[in-house]
């Protein structure tokens, strides 16, 4: 039995069962941090976090989720994910963070609706966070 012929079936399997297993790793890790403490602690400036926005119109975004109708049936209710850059952590502990539209927005760090980009988020939707600009 040749060495080449143990070898190559040998790094195929790994090669295969290491994609595997990386691939349940980023899986873990974006649903892990849905279920995490609120992210008060956790953001630094400079980090992607996901702000989960209620809305209500007459023609729900490609975007919406959890569309729900209204009582009378005239509008719908729905949920937007909204990707921001944390610009700074205030002293009381308040999050500021920037839109892509350099709009400011003041959170508090236990706002159920606030969660820290994940992995898999912060790859999927890279050019929907806003970019700092660095300070001359």
């Not at 609120?38 to 809305?55: F, H, I, M, N, S």
């Not at 909204?82 to 502990?93: I, N, P």
Request: proline share 6%; net charge positive; aromatic share 12%.
């Amino acid at each position: 039995m040749c060495y080449i012929d143990v070898v190559i079936p040998l790094l195929l399997f790994l090669a295969l069962f290491g994609t595997f297993v990386f691939l349940a790793f980023l899986l873990v890790d974006e649903f892990s941090a849905k279920m995490r403490t609120p992210t008060g602690a956790l953001v630094e400036v400079g980090d992607g976090v996901v702000y989960r926005k209620q809305k209500v119109s007459t023609h729900p975004s490609p975007r919406a989720y959890e569309i729900r109708p209204a009582g009378q049936g005239d509008t719908y209710s729905y949920f937007v994910d909204k990707f921001w850059t944390v610009e700074s952590v205030l002293r009381d502990g308040r999050i500021l963070v920037t839109t892509r539209t350099n709009k400011h927005h003041c959170l508090r760090p236990d706002d159920p609706n606030l969660r820290k980009a994940g992995l898999v988020a912060r790859l999927r939707y890279r050019n929907r966070f806003p970019h700092l600009l660095e300070a001359a």
